[in-house]
């Protein structure tokens, strides 16, 4: 698995959304592009597919902006890594409809790289925005302790 810029913008994207997701406020490309630092094209780029991919939505003029389509607690790490980036597995042939190799019955390696694949997908496949968001709200109140 190899996450590429677009994959990284779009995992801080979908964070910063589920953060004013209990706001209910929409979240205008230009202020989510100054918070996760990232162009404003290409970002749009990126909302675009985050919503044709249904995880977010939408409103266009002086008051619209974005907003999750979905609570953050449906959606995990890994719904986003494979929409933007492909398949999580490492390699093609540990798909099991995979048939293109003529080694694929005596491969030693097909074993390591589905032990890789389920230990990757084991964890995106079980973090939520939801538990990113409280764990950024958990260290804010760790950070903002004064006496």
Known sequence: MKITFKGDYALKAILDLALHYDSGELVTSFDLSQRIDAPIK???QVLLELKKGGFIESR???????RLARVPGQITVGDIVRLVD????PIACVNKDYSNCADIKKCIFKG?????????????????FEDLASQIS???????YSI
């Open 42 to 44: 290409f970002l749009e």
């Open 60 to 66: 266009r003029g002086n008051i619209g902006g974005y």
């Open 86 to 89: 492909g398949p999580s597995e």
């Open 112 to 128: 390591i790289w589905q032990k890789v694949d389920q230990a990757t997908s084991g964890i995106i496949d079980h973090i939520t």
């Open 138 to 144: 958990i260290n804010q109140k760790v950070l903002s």
